[in-house]
C-alpha cells in the first residue's frame, strides 16, 4: 500500500508569506496525488490533484508538481491569506484507496 | 448543495451501547468510504464499499461495521463502543477509478461516555 511523509506543523505565517508543505509517498503502483484541505469546522475538500508524471495541479493559488523521480507532491502558494488557515493532507491514491499523510496545520496571521 | 450528508453532525453515546452513523449522498457514485479520523490525526480508512461489494481493511477492528441498503446510503455500526473510538467519522464517495477524486461528508462527531 500506499505512505505518505508529510512536513509537521504547526506553521504559522504572516499574511503575503510564502507556503511550502513537502510531502513525499511511497507506493507500489503509480498513484494519483491529491492535496486536501480542511477548514476550522468543516470536512474535507479536494484543493488540487495531478494524475501523471511531471502534471501540475493548481487552484486557489497554490500548485503542486507530481515528481516521480523523487515521488514528492510538495504544495506551495506565492501569497497566503488568512482564509488558508487550514489542515492540509498529502494523499496519494492506488486504485482505490486514498492515503492520508499526518495533515499540516496552516495558520496565517493578518 | 450537500451532495454527502452525514447525520447527525454530533453524536453522543455510552460506553458499550451500539450506535449508527449514517451517510447519503445525491452524486450516484458507485464506491462509498468509511474513515475515521481522531484528533490531530490523519483519517484513517475503515472499508470501502464498491457498488454491493464490501471491503475491510485488514487492521478495521471487528466491532465496526457496515451496511450499504441501496447506493445512496451507507450506514457505520459499531456494535459495542469504547472510549478508544471516539472521533470524527468522515463519509466519502467517488466514481470507479484510482484517478477520481473522493467527496467528502462533513463528518460525525462520536463521543463515548
Known amino acids: 500500500g500506499n505512505s505518505v511523509t508529510q512536513m509537521e506543523g504547526p506553521v504559522t505565517l504572516s499574511e503575503e508569506a510564502f507556503l511550502t508543505i513537502n510531502c513525499t509517498y511511497t507506493?507500489?503502483?503509480?498513484?494519483?496525488l491529491f492535496w486536501y484541505v480542511q477548514y476550522p469546522g468543516e470536512g474535507l475538500q479536494l484543493l488540487l490533484k495531478a494524475t501523471k508524471a511531471d502534471d501540475k495541479g493548481s487552484n486557489k493559488g497554490f500548485e503542486a508538481t507530481y515528481r516521480k523521480e523523487t515521488t514528492s507532491f510538495h504544495l506551495e502558494k506565492g501569497s497566503v491569506q488568512v482564509s488558508d488557515s487550514a489542515v492540509y493532507f498529502c494523499a496519494p491514491r492506488d486504485d482505490y484507496k486514498l492515503s492520508f499523510g499526518a495533515g499540516t496545520t496552516v495558520t496565517v496571521r493578518a | 448543495d450537500a451532495m454527502v450528508i452525514q447525520n447527525p453532525r454530533y453524536q453522543v453515546t455510552q460506553f458499550g451501547k451500539p450506535v449508527t452513523l449514517s451517510c447519503s449522498q445525491t452524486l450516484n457514485h458507485n464506491v462509498m468510504y468509511w474513515y475515521q479520523q481522531k484528533s490531530s490525526q490523519a483519517p484513517k480508512l475503515l472499508f470501502h464499499y464498491y457498488d454491493k461489494d464490501f471491503n475491510n481493511e485488514a487492521d478495521t477492528p471487528d466491532n465496526f461495521q457496515s451496511r450499504r441498503p441501496n447506493t445512496s446510503f451507507c450506514f457505520l455500526d459499531i456494535r459495542s463502543p469504547g472510549l478508544g473510538d471516539a472521533a470524527m467519522y468522515l463519509c466519502?464517495?467517488?466514481?470507479?477509478?484510482?484517478?477520481?477524486?473522493?467527496?467528502f461528508g462533513s463528518g460525525t462527531q462520536l463521543s463515548v461516555l
Open positions: 507506493a507500489t503502483g503509480y498513484p494519483s
Open positions: 466519502a464517495t467517488s466514481r470507479a477509478g484510482g484517478r477520481e477524486k473522493l467527496f
